[in-house]
Structure formats: C-alpha cells, structure tokens
C-alpha cells in the first residue's frame, strides 16, 4: 500500500523520488510550506465521500432537506486540524478590530466563542490573556469533550466548555459575557436570526460581537474562473449547506453567502452593527455591539 501510494504521488510531484536499492522518497524543502494547507484541504475530500450518498439524496425533489454534522462526527477531526494550523493568526487579525479590545482582555474580561468545535481558539486565548475568563460553547457533545480533554492537558485554570444550542441558550449565559466570537458558525446554522438574537442576549450591557465568517462574491455571474468560489461552493454543497438546511424550516444558508447577506442578517437582528473588515478576499469580520434595551 505505501509503494502504490508514493508511485502516485511521485507521479503528481507531490514528492520526489531518487534511483537506489531500495529507492528513496523524499519531500523537498521548497515544498513543505505548501504541503501543509494542501494536506489539511485534501481531508476535506474524505470527508466529502462519506457522506456523498446522503447529500445526493438532498438534490432529489422528494429527499431529506440536509444533513447534520452530528450523523458523520469524522468532520470534526478534520475542522480541529483546520482550527488548528491558523488559530495563531486568527487571533493576532481579530482582537485588533475591536478598539481597546487588547487593553481589556489583558486587565480580564469574559468572552465567549459560541460554536467553539473542540475548542482550539478557547485555549489559544486562555493561554495569551491569562486574566481574562473564557468559555467555549457547542452543541456537539464530541467536540466540547475534546475540549475539556484539551483544557485538562494545558494545565490552565481560565478556561470552561458546555454544550448548548445556540439557538436556545441557558438563561444562565444571558448578560455574562464582555466579548462574543463565532468563526465559521452562523452560516452552518439552520435558523441563523435565532442564534444572533441569543448571542445579543448573552452580552453585558456595552458587549462587543465578532462574526468572522466565510463568504463568496455575491454576483454569481461574474465568478467564471474564480478557483476560490468554485472550492468555497464545492465545500458548501457537502458539508455547509446540508448542515444549514438539515431541520424543517430551516434558512439553509450554507458558505456560498455573501458579506452583503451577513450584513442583511445582522441588520434583521437584535444585534448593533458596527462595521465589516474583509480579512481575506473570501473572509470577513463583522463586528456588532448589544443592542439597546435588549
């Protein structure tokens, strides 16, 4: 099986190999750095196979809506290595788009990353501000345990994981929270206004949101060409959209939306928008406060 694999991967001149007895395969220097994101993204297509049978059903008139993350759990594995390999630069683009936020988390402050998967960007901002407070949030049940596996293992004492619904949070996480985050959340969510409107709740008075979240150009017709698009629609189709669209009157969302879209959604909500930074030519953070009276 391993020489079947390296003659195809030689073949691809994904590695190189040299003439010897036996021969010897080896990856080049020049290639490492890339290998890396190209390593996580081609997980993705395993993912896209398990569960091609059941997302095909979806394009038919008389089948299932969607499907859930939670019917194919191996998905998580696979956003933990994402999360993973950019946690780092995720915090050092967004804590600086909140004025002031910086200054607050080293004095203590507590936040709250809704969606938080197994909890990667949770411990991440434990470790840098230690006098803050932070709790990591899912509904999945398997990711909030690798969570707290996680949590256990760092040794650090700032940081707490429970599994809930966003669209439905305990009255205990109404008005806890200084600083709300979701990063690749709301466009995963069947009812997204539900979630928004809870997120808004869970804020004090004077909280601060931050939505980063995946996005695509809106004009459908001008994106012939756009390798990008096609992945970021290819993804959606498999796991976004299904995921959106999984309940009975569901949005169903999915990846492919546009930073106008999320504007339009948080404009339905309860939440304060702020403003929108394009992080990435397809990502974005939008930044809201609590609304009044809320």
């Given amino acids: 099986y391993v020489r079947e694999w390296l003659g195809s991967m030689v073949a691809g001149e994904v590695i190189q190999a040299e003439r010897g007895n036996p021969e010897r395969y080896f990856v080049a220097e020049d290639h490492k750095g890339a290998l890396n994101g190209i390593g996580i993204a081609a997980r993705l297509f395993a993912s896209y196979a398990v569960r091609y049978d059941a997302v095909k059903a979806c394009f038919r008139q008389d089948g299932p809506n969607g499907v859930s993350h939670n019917d194919f759990p191996d998905v998580f594995n696979v956003f933990h290595v994402m999360r993973v390999s950019s946690v780092s630069s995720t915090v050092d683009n967004m804590v600086p788009l909140v004025e002031g936020l910086g200054e607050k988390l080293e004095d203590g402050i507590d936040v709250v990353d809704f969606g938080c998967g197994t909890g990667v960007l949770v411990l991440e901002l434990a470790k840098r501000f230690p006098n803050s407070r932070f709790h990591g949030s899912d509904i999945s049940e398997a990711g909030v345990a690798i969570g707290r596996q996680q949590l256990a293992q760092s040794g650090l004492t700032n940081a707490t994981f429970s599994c809930d619904d966003l669209e439905n949070l305990p009255e205990a996480m109404h008005g806890k929270f200084d600083w709300a985050v979701t990063y690749d959340v709301i466009h995963d969510l069947p009812h997204p206004l539900r979630a928004l409107n809870q997120i808004n709740r869970s804020l004090k008075p004077g909280g601060v949101y931050v939505m980063g979240d995946i996005h695509t150009p809106k004009d459908r017709c001008g994106i012939a060409g756009d390798d990008a698009s096609m992945g970021l629609y290819g993804m959606s189709a498999f796991l976004c959209l299904p995921a959106s669209a999984a309940e009975d009157g569901a949005l169903g969302r999915g990846a492919a939306w546009s930073v106008e879209e999320a504007q339009d959604l948080v ?16 990502f974005a953070y939008h930044i809201c406060r609590k609304g009044e009276g809320q």
């Avoid at 404009?267 to 397809?282: G, P």
């Fill in 267 to 282: 404009a339905q909500s309860d939440l304060q928008f702020v403003k929108t930074e394009k992080n990435k030519a397809y």
